[in-house]
């Protein structure tokens, strides 16, 4: 179904002319007008449409290819490569940057490294980069000791694409076979495929077309996957057999509801597969033993609007992770017979808000955050008082690491700030003993004492104290003039972890203060910190985030037009909102793969997302206050007559999340109005998708260029 047949009155008016045209004038800086083409100008077609008495004027509509999610009209491809060309145009001059840029990062990275293995059984597993390779290749050997032994290269599996990435990878139980899944377009649309460890070699076995994990049955014989449909979107659990046809694989379970989905896992037991179906706020779980995939799927609490859960199993009693009782969630248990049965194990807390839970055989684990600050607690199955495992810095990102068995009593935690680097430690329960395993190397060199943190808190216009990260080089100097790159994201709780990232060191090496706005949408502070940025609150995400770029103006950390802003997806749409309502804040703003087309998005029911986005951001075809809302601040539909900072956007072509047209459409009209000779450039990566370019270093050369237009819109030298 396209957004078409959803409105009440369209018209579409297509003409012969060109695409796009060159401008007329240029709309680049005096300093490099000579050196560069006029950027592209895409052509108006008038198409309007009429919603709840609402008309609403679309004039770069036809750059959606209407063959979606073939890309093959030629005016949309013309207008694409045009902007890409003025795009490598605008940044020839500034090249050598680019790759000075780019070598930093890179010898920030150990050309050879290596995970910390994972025991599971017979057997320790993990993955290496080799110098010079842009992927993975796994590993394992005996724990009892022999050889190392190579089980998947991810070099030859890219060899001959442009775009690679890895989508599951699972050991069967009896350790004799590897499911590993892929993608070579940036699609998203994985396939299959079942390797044979003793021979090296794939079995026939291949499933097309899948998102998420694969899980293996107790015996080895099978795995449950997820297929994608024609709208990508997970609508069913199938069970293939190994040696069958993909046409003979067996429906586990389908859901009916639109704008719910499923996806697949496995207790950490591994005696039971889950079957969650749900949106981004009200799910329901099933189980099925992995011992009897062939049994009927066993639901543990029937949906309820607005609750989530997820559920774990010890001993036959099941472990509830739920928001029923408490906003920031209570652990429930059940007995495995009367799966609905709940009874509260640990209440809810204003303070302590739980984001995860992990069984094993003799213990279990809470993790969760208290004020903001991430906390790792031990607890025992007679529920008394747990342990807190104690980190040192007063701002740090920490959760539990991979643990692939359950009958353990060591557990693994990965640690970071926004000056220590990755650590992965080893927890012994019984002892109480901290381990470290490894700490992240930076071979070109890193000492921590020369850069500075803080946490920070600034109120908000309604009164909200917001927290933000900052960090910065020790011998920066702080006051007006200072340079700041001020990131959030604020959707879907998620919350932005405050982390080590060598590629900022290129900035914070130049003067600039790295900070992340806290922002409401996020989880940062608690459930209801996310409640507080959607829906009919979701202004108050943007407000947070222009409130945040002011208080530091105003306690002297920077001044207006000093600050650089970034964002990527939800956080592109950020982007667009507060360049439209606050542009002279901004010295400059990267708008990674944006959603700034979301009214237009949101009404259209055939792309991917739209019917599961409606919880979190409305309905506007069934809803004319939430048409009006989203109208009221959708940055596509807001782009006015006024003068704005330098732009660069980015796109993916195949991208199937953030649809290409999107940022095209936006970067067109943003040309069109405004007032300006600042520049606006869009960069759509053809090959790729919501992630942009994969590999390791090829990753490198996008960041590079951002950090360029940055550094050149704020004018910060070498």
């Not at 920030?108 to 992927?135: H, K, M, T």
């Not at 799910?283 to 066993?298: I, M």
């Not at 195949?654 to 520049?679: G, I, M, Q, S």
């Not at 992630?691 to 951002?706: C, I, K, P, V, Y």
């Amino acid at each position: 179904m396209s957004s078409r047949s959803l409105i009440a009155a369209v018209s579409l008016l297509a003409f012969s002319t060109p695409a796009f045209a060159q401008e007329e004038s240029s709309s680049v800086p005096e300093t490099a007008a000579t050196t560069l083409p006029e950027p592209p100008v895409a052509e108006r077609r008038p198409h309007s449409f009429t919603m709840h008495g609402i008309t609403v004027e679309d004039p770069y509509h036809w750059l959606k290819d209407q063959s979606y999610p073939e890309i093959d009209d030629e005016d949309v491809l013309d207008y694409v490569r045009a902007e890409n060309t003025y795009f490598e145009a605008v940044m020839a001059p500034h090249e050598a940057l680019i790759e000075t840029l780019y070598n930093e990062m890179r010898g920030r990275l150990p050309e050879n490294d290596s995970s910390v293995p994972i025991r599971d059984g017979a057997f320790e597993y993990w993955y290496a980069y080799n110098e010079g390779q842009e992927y993975r290749l796994w590993y394992r050997r005996p724990v009892a000791g022999g050889a190392d032994e190579l089980l998947l290269d991810e070099n030859a599996l890219a060899e001959g694409h442009e775009q690679f990435s890895l989508g599951t990878i699972a050991i069967s139980p009896d350790a004799q076979l590897l499911a590993y899944s892929t993608d070579t377009d940036g699609a998203e649309r994985y396939t299959l495929r079942i390797r044979d460890l003793s021979t090296g070699e794939d079995l026939p076995d291949a499933v097309p077309g899948i998102l998420g994990r694969a899980i293996w049955s107790a015996d080895s014989s099978a795995l449950v996957y997820t297929p994608v449909d024609e709208n990508w979107r997970s609508k069913v659990a199938m069970l293939h057999r190994l040696g069958s046809e993909t046409d003979t694989d067996v429906e586990l379970y389908r859901e009916a509801e639109e704008g719910m989905e499923i996806g697949i896992d496995q207790t950490q037991s591994r005696r039971f597969l889950t079957i969650s179906a749900g949106d981004n706020v009200t799910n329901e779980v099933r189980l099925v033993p992995l011992a009897d995939l062939s049994a009927e799927p066993v639901l543990v609490s029937p949906r309820v609007t607005d609750r989530q859960y997820g559920v774990e199993e010890r001993d036959g009693t099941l472990y509830v992770l739920t928001n029923q009782d408490h906003v920031n969630f209570s652990v429930m248990t059940a007995p495995l017979g009367d799966p609905g049965n709940w009874r509260t194990a640990i209440a809810g807390s204003d303070e302590f808000y739980i984001t995860g839970l992990t069984t094993f055989a003799d213990f279990f684990v809470i993790e969760g955050r208290d004020r903001g600050l991430d906390q790792v607690q031990i607890w025992n199955y007679s529920f008394a008082p747990p342990t807190a495992v104690e980190f040192p810095e007063a701002s740090y990102d920490a959760g539990l690491g991979p643990v692939a068995e359950f009958d353990t009593t060591t557990i693994r935690i990965d640690y970071e700030s926004m000056i220590t680097p990755d650590t992965d430690f080893g927890y012994d329960v019984t002892s109480g003993e901290l381990t470290t395993l490894k700490v992240q190397q930076v071979p070109s060199g890193y000492d921590a004492s020369q850069y500075r943190t803080e946490r920070l808190e600034i109120e908000a216009r309604d009164g909200v104290m917001v927290p933000v990260s900052l960090v910065y080089h020790g011998d920066t100097e702080i006051g007006p003039d200072t340079p700041v790159h001020l990131y959030a994201y604020g959707a879907y709780g998620y919350a932005v972890p405050p982390v080590f990232s060598t590629r900022q060191l290129s900035l914070t090496n130049r003067g600039f203060i790295f900070a992340i706005a806290h922002v409401r949408g996020g989880d940062d502070l608690g459930y209801q910190w996310y409640l507080d940025g959607k829906l009919d609150r979701r202004t108050n995400t943007f407000n947070d985030f222009v409130d945040v770029a002011r208080g530091l103006i105003d306690r002297g950390y920077t001044s207006a037009g000093r600050i650089a802003a970034s964002g990527g997806s939800a956080g592109g749409e950020l982007m667009g909102v507060v360049l439209n309502t606050d542009p002279d804040v901004w010295g400059a703003v990267v708008a990674e793969v944006p959603f700034v087309d979301v009214l237009n998005t949101m009404l259209d029911t055939s792309l991917p997302l739209t019917p599961g986005e409606w919880p979190e951001w409305g309905n506007p075809i069934t809803s004319a206050d939430d048409f009006r809302l989203i109208q009221s601040y959708s940055p596509y539909d807001n782009v006015s007559a006024q003068d704005y900072p330098p732009i660069m956007v980015t796109a993916g072509l195949n991208d199937p999340r953030v649809t290409y047209w999107e940022p095209a459409k936006w970067t067109a009209r943003l040309r069109h109005l405004r007032t300006d000779d600042n520049l606006t450039v869009l960069r759509t990566n053809m090959g790729a998708g919501h992630q942009g370019q994969s590999g390791r270093f090829q990753s490198l050369r996008d960041e590079a260029e951002a950090q360029a237009f940055m550094l050149t819109q704020l004018g910060v030298e070498e």
